[in-house]
């Protein structure tokens, strides 16, 4: 059996706001921005080439959604970005405003840091001791 997670939802604001955030600030790739219909988007953004997993950045549709904006998880670390220099990636996110609550600090595993993004949700920053313990082959 041959299975994976290719999506994440992460509920935003706005699309646009969001999808500057993710490609300016972070580095992301925009893989995907297609129109649905007047209000709807398929919005998907991933780290890089070799991503296997994707964040699709869902628009609140309504007052419930949108009290979740950048609290998907009650105020737990929701989602984890590996990175091969974790000092280029923390240098340039926080030359761009992004705010690191935690860290770096060195844990058996690697370097990690703890950021808000732009809507408070928390991630964390990585350099794993051993990248090869996290691959994943690309799926298309």
């Given at each position: 059996m041959?299975r994976?997670?290719?999506?994440i939802?992460l509920v935003v ?12 600030i972070l580095r992301?790739?925009?893989?995907e ?8 988007r ?5 780290p890089?080439?070799e991503?296997g997993?994707t964040l699709?950045l ?8 949108l ?5 998907q998880?009650?105020g737990?670390v929701?989602?984890?970005?590996h990175t091969d220099?974790?000092?280029?990636d923390?240098?340039?996110m926080?030359?761009?405003g992004?705010?690191?609550i935690?860290?770096p600090?060195?844990?058996p ?7 808000k993004?732009l809507y408070?949700n928390l991630?964390d ?8 313990l996290?691959?994943t082959?690309?799926?298309?």
């Open positions: 041959n994976s997670i290719a999506h939802a604001r706005d699309y646009d706001e969001a999808i500057r955030y993710y490609v300016d992301f790739r925009l893989v921005d297609t129109v649905m219909s007047e209000t709807k398929w919005v998907v953004v991933a890089s080439d991503s997993c699709l869902a628009k609140a549709a309504n007052d419930e959604q009290s979740r904006v950048g609290n998880t009650g737990r929701f989602l984890f970005l220099d974790f000092h280029r923390y240098d340039h926080r030359a761009h992004v705010e690191f935690r860290g600090v060195e844990e595993y690697g370097t990690v840091g703890v950021f993004d408070g991630w920053l990585i350099e794993p001791k051993d990248m090869t996290y691959e082959p690309y799926i298309p």
